[in-house]
């Protein structure tokens, strides 16, 4: 997160090589390949469905606990004014996080209303830039930017709104968490979104670069009740699909297959690559 290679074209090509390789040798002597998402595996090997003997989708495992605090109690241990509605996003500061949109979004929200209080979690290569449109478009009294944060439940406990408008993702981590926490979210409608996000919560995807939808989904998302039943069955969703347990038992699912599979003779190990 903390490197871009946007400016290093030639570092940029050995890497995109070094990768092709890798992958080239993972399909090559793999028993098994596992993906973190549907989009992810798309992306890797276009017909991984139809040998499902190599392949199979194992769904990241996200802490989907919660801190025994209130909103107003988490927006003030953070230093927000308990009345602001307070929009966050998590992520590290790197183009595919797209925080130009975030800010642009952001930026005609405050046309609407004049209560809300954006928090960026993260750092990266592009902080300079993102600060610097901060002050650009003259919103620096309503944009707190934390840096990096070891623990970003009190953050989550304290967020009316959760806005993702990133370029591209593997899954999204960051949308579990923050369903999890009972936060309603505006994201960007793209395939490993979608597979991150409850079903009931897909009508606040936007296309990009519709930043004025964005706005107005974001604008309907915050009249929302804390505890309306989208809410809870996003947060529902999230810990019956995402939680470490539902990680744990799925892995050993497949330890259990290829156990049955009779894949391994004893005393040999299966080889497993996790993409």
Known sequence: PGHSLDR??????????????????????????????????DSYQANWRRVPERFSLLYNGVDTSNPATSRCEAKTAIG?????KH????????????????????NLMCQCRD????????????????????????????VSIHGRQDNVKTFYASADLFLFPSLFEGFGNVLVE???????????????????????????????PDYHRASDLACIQL??????????????????HFSIESFCESLCSIYRRILAEGRCTSGESPNLSLE
């Open 8 to 41: 290093a074209p030639i570092l940029r090509q050995l890497r995109r090589a070094w990768l092709n390789w890798h992958k080239a040798q993972t399909i090559m002597n793999a028993d098994l390949i596992l993906g973190h998402s549907c989009a992810n595996l």
């Open 80 to 84: 927000i004014d308990p009345r602001r």
């Open 87 to 106: 929009v966050l996003n998590v992520g590290a500061m790197k183009s595919q996080k797209n925080h130009e949109g975030i800010l642009q979004i952001f």
């Open 115 to 142: 209560d809300l209080h954006l928090s960026l979690v993260g750092d990266g290569p592009l902080r300079k830039s993102v600060e610097s449109m901060v002050h650009s478009l003259g919103i620096c009294d309503r």
């Open 178 to 208: 923050a369903q999890a926490s009972g936060v309603p979210l505006v994201a960007t409608d793209i395939p490993a979104i979608r597979e991150a996000v409850c079903p009931v919560q897909h009508d606040f995807l936007f296309k990009l």
């Open 223 to 240: 009249s929302e009740p804390p505890k309306s039943k989208r809410i809870r069955e996003s947060q529902n969703y999230a810990i019956q």
